[in-house]
């Protein structure tokens, strides 16, 4: 899932400081697993916010809500009336979300509440890590499902650094090297032969290096006549 | 005459918590302050949202008063407590308001004294700091 983290609350109160009227839309996907923007993450940024405001003897007019994915235009058009309605959207979303309110309302001011960070997984209450980069070509069917690219501060492809030692990361000694991981995970698979192929070097045009992204599957994809709402051809 | 006291909420867990209230109410005590009490079934209910909202609708600073964390009747609730006052705690800090505001304490249900002395040490934070939105009372 996608991890985010909200900003500093003087940072929000600050970008938020020029505007009358303030709707803060969270979102209950990815966001809310990891703590940052779902239900009660708004609830309380609008409560701080408010508190603030009376202390500061500021008039502003604070409400929350949520969609269940911001990612999707199908549910932000739901609350398009309160997004209107109001001055400016703070995006308790991932950038995702505030981007796809932000391309559904050009002129409406839409600002981030959170910082996305990562593609993670949640290992225990209240700890995410980084297991994958989106690079666009996976490759941990060779890798005992452990990926290099993310959980190798040098996204090395074949094998450890010099710098792996006692099985740490020389970049963090907190950490575990991923290749260390691999060769654990493949020597219980009995698939040690794996770790002596050589992986040639990557192709990352598939990444973000090769720029903006767009995926397309012409089967799902909906007809000129479909978008008019004319039914199927 | 409006009451122009310090208003004070305070969370206390249905065990000791709440018996340590009621057993310094019952001595007869008078208070220098407005204190609404809240009984929650265990502090590890208490979350930061009920924290702020109390804030938001009118406390002048609000405690969480749970088991002593050893001896919680539900293990670990009095420390669940405290993380959650610690996290509004830093929350108020990022948006340059007292943290002060709002604290956790922790008493067994025997121990008259320890009521009188929380409201009597909130009291003095909204004295030092004043009501939020308002002059100093």
Known sequence: MIV????????????????????????????AICLAGGEKEVKMLVSA???????????????????????????????EAQ???????????????????????????TFPGLNTGMFGVPEEQ????????????CIIHTTGGICPIARCAKSMLNGPCGGSANRKCEVNLEVDCAWAAIYDRLKLQNRLDLIESVT?????????????????????????????????? | MPDTRPKIVGFCCERHGMDAAVLAARSGKQFEASVRLVQVPCTGRVDGMHILRALEDGADAVFVLGCLEKNCYYDTGSIEGRKRVGYVKQMLSELGLEKER???????????????????????????FGPIGGEKR
């Not at chain 1, 209107?84 to 950038?95: G, K, N």
């Not at chain 1, 209240?126 to 070509?137: A, L, P």
């Not at chain 1, 045009?205 to 978008?227: C, I, N, W, Y």
């Open chain 2, 102 to 128: 709002v604290e956790m304490f922790n008493a067994a249900s025997s121990n008259s004294w320890v009521f009188p002395e929380i409201v009597a040490k909130m009291v003095e934070v909204v004295k030092k």
């Open chain 1, 126 to 137: 209240g700890v995410w890590s980084e297991k994958c980069v989106g690079c666009g070509n």
């Open chain 1, 200 to 233: 040639p070097a990557k192709d990352w045009s598939t990444s973000h290096s090769g720029g903006r992204r767009v995926f397309e599957r012409e089967d799902a994809k909906l007809t000129p006549h479909q978008k008019k709402g004319k039914g199927v051809t």
């Open chain 1, 4 to 31: 985010a983290k909200r900003k500093p609350l003087n940072e929000i109160a600050e970008m938020l400081a020029p505007y009358k009227k303030v709707t803060v839309i969270g979102c209950r996907s990815c966001v």
């Open chain 1, 83 to 109: 997004i209107l309605d109001s001055d400016v959207t703070l995006s308790m979303a991932c950038s995702l979300g505030a981007q796809t309110i932000g391309d559904m309302y050009p002129k409406h001011l």
């Open chain 1, 49 to 79: 916010l408010k508190v603030k405001n009376k202390r500061d003897g500021r008039k502003q007019h604070i409400e929350g809500t949520v969609v269940e994915r911001q990612c999707e235009k199908e549910w932000v058009q739901e609350i």
